[in-house]
């Protein structure tokens, strides 16, 4: 099993950053792919970012040039700094981790974090 906790979120101005931190459990080089999700208030579970062991990475439409994904293996975690950060950034985001495909996306995530809350005033 794997255990992943965010941290980093908060409250910051309309074009402000934030790091975000997925901490695993255990060695990221043995998880697939890990991801970070993002939920805004009334609105769905979307995705953020998403990097695989092998080092591919996709963007949501929505933050490509502003938020980048990054891992340190060292330290079993994975990043997500955000820049640029615009109110409807608000939401609270979530770490995800496969260790079966090489995807979070399409609900093969098998592990998730709790969450951090990320709000952006205007």
């Known amino acids: 099993q794997v255990q992943l906790v965010e941290s980093g979120g908060g409250l910051v101005q309309a074009g402000g950053s934030l790091r975000l931190s997925c901490a695993a459990s255990r060695s990221i080089v043995s998880i697939n792919a890990m991801g970070w999700y993002r939920q805004p208030p009334g609105k769905q579970r979307e995705l953020v970012a998403e990097?695989?062991?092998?080092?591919?990475?996709h963007y949501a439409d929505s933050v490509k040039g502003r938020f980048t994904i990054s891992r340190d293996n060292a330290k079993n975690t994975v990043y997500l700094q955000m820049n640029g950060l615009k109110p409807e950034d608000t939401a609270v985001y979530y770490c995800a981790a496969s260790t079966v495909y090489y995807s979070t996306t399409n609900s093969r995530a098998n592990y998730w974090g709790q969450g951090t809350q990320v709000t952006v005033s205007s």
């Open positions: 990097i695989t062991s092998g080092g591919s990475i």
